[in-house]
């Protein structure tokens, strides 16, 4: 099946609707929230989460014995929450940093679900089998009820967003400052971390435990090149993400033996390849344009500095000894003194120049804005 088919019957088709409006819910929720995990500076938390609901997962089947994701999920999010808020607590009680603690909670919780995993896969209990999607991801397994379950938790979350934003806002560029206010930096905090776990476990069924924080984080990253305001930023994000799901699973669906969730991982990569690159203001391209064009302009200026100090070393400009130094000048100069008649600042005949009213003016003019003990 081709790409093009596939769009074709994403409208007709149960499966291919449900898994492609799951995978955009979800794409969508990521950016948006990940968006302040990325300007928090918390890239890594996303990762930490992910795998600290690990074993609320395994627990919640051990408790109940049934695979239903909304208790599996429930797990998850009570397992995350904990993680979470121990990364918090070592960080503010001890003088461990927030990458050592990150790093702790990850490896001892992603053990300890594993651990429990391999117990679960030995018990007798032929209902435990498809556990591990959780560690991939298997986007195939969505039904129409954990869509509608996205959907409910993205319109929370918006109107959640929508409601503190200022809050958020502040609290983001300036806590102190957020403090003075008289604001609940810790309520605030609470909130935005309790949104992105919740974002975590909704996705960990699609793209898995192991590539979670990559679709959290990676329509962020691409959408932070391209604005420095925080509002399109975060729409830009939950685009970004939204189509990230889309064109995933839609390659994914046209080829065989493609896992949903690592292609939708990749086309978020791409966005955010693309965005390094092509982006206006931070751009890798435009940035090297913008770095060629000002060290032409400095050419410029210093070419045109030289030639003021020339003239001004010589009270007649057209003396041969004058013009033997400004044409020698012109042999290694020649794209420069071009680009300076262009410009109206110079006045080439033949091979001798002159500088213009304009051009004397203008070094003139940078001369006098030299510091005096220059």
Not at 84 to 101: E, V, Y
Not at 155 to 178: A, C, N, P, Q, R
């Amino acid at each position: 099946m081709s790409i093009q088919e596939y769009f074709q019957l994403v409208w007709n088709d149960y499966t291919l609707r449900t898994i492609t409006g799951g995978t955009a819910v979800l794409g969508a929720i990521c950016g948006m929230l990940g968006s302040f995990a990325v300007l928090r500076k918390e890239s890594l938390l996303g990762d930490a989460i992910s795998h600290a609901a690990l074993p609320g997962i395994a627990l919640a089947f051990l408790i109940t014995g049934a695979k239903d994701s909304g208790v599996l999920l429930l797990g998850a999010l009570v397992s995350g929450l904990i993680g979470t808020f121990w990364i918090r607590g070592i960080t503010s009680k001890t003088h461990l940093k927030s990458d050592t603690a990150l790093g702790l909670i990850l490896s001892i919780f992603f053990g300890f679900g594993m651990l429990l995993l391999t117990f679960i896969q030995k018990q007798p209990n032929a209902n435990q089998a498809g556990l591990d999607k959780y560690l991939f991801g298997q986007a195939a397994t969505l039904v129409e009820s954990d869509v509608r379950l996205m959907i409910i938790v993205t319109g929370i979350s918006l109107v959640v967003m929508l409601l503190f934003w200022k809050e958020f806002k502040l609290l983001l560029f300036d806590e102190d400052y957020t403090k003075t206010l008289g604001f609940n930096t810790k309520f605030i905090d609470i909130i935005i971390t309790f949104l992105i776990v919740l974002a975590i476990v909704l996705g960990l069924q699609t793209v898995g435990v192991v590539l979670m924080s990559a679709i959290l984080l990676a329509p962020a990253a691409a959408a932070r090149q391209w604005t420095n305001n925080l509002s399109t930023m975060v729409i830009l994000a939950a685009v970004f993400g939204a189509f990230s799901g889309v064109f995933g699973t839609a390659i994914s669906a046209s080829q065989n033996n493609l896992s949903t969730g690592p292609v939708i991982v990749l086309v978020a990569g791409v966005f955010v390849l693309f965005s390094f690159i092509f982006s206006p203001k931070r751009g890798l391209l435009f940035r090297e344009i913008r770095f060629r064009k000002n060290r032409s302009d400095l050419q410029l200026m210093k070419t045109l500095q030289f030639m003021y100090s020339i003239a001004e070393e010589h009270e007649n400009i057209s003396h041969p000894h004058a013009i033997r130094i400004l044409n020698n000048f012109h042999g290694f100069t020649k794209t420069s003194l071009k680009k300076l008649e262009n410009e109206g600042l110079i006045a080439i005949n033949g091979q001798d120049w002159a500088l213009t009213p304009k051009g004397f003016k203008q070094a003139q003019e940078m001369y006098n804005q030299k510091p005096a003990n220059e």
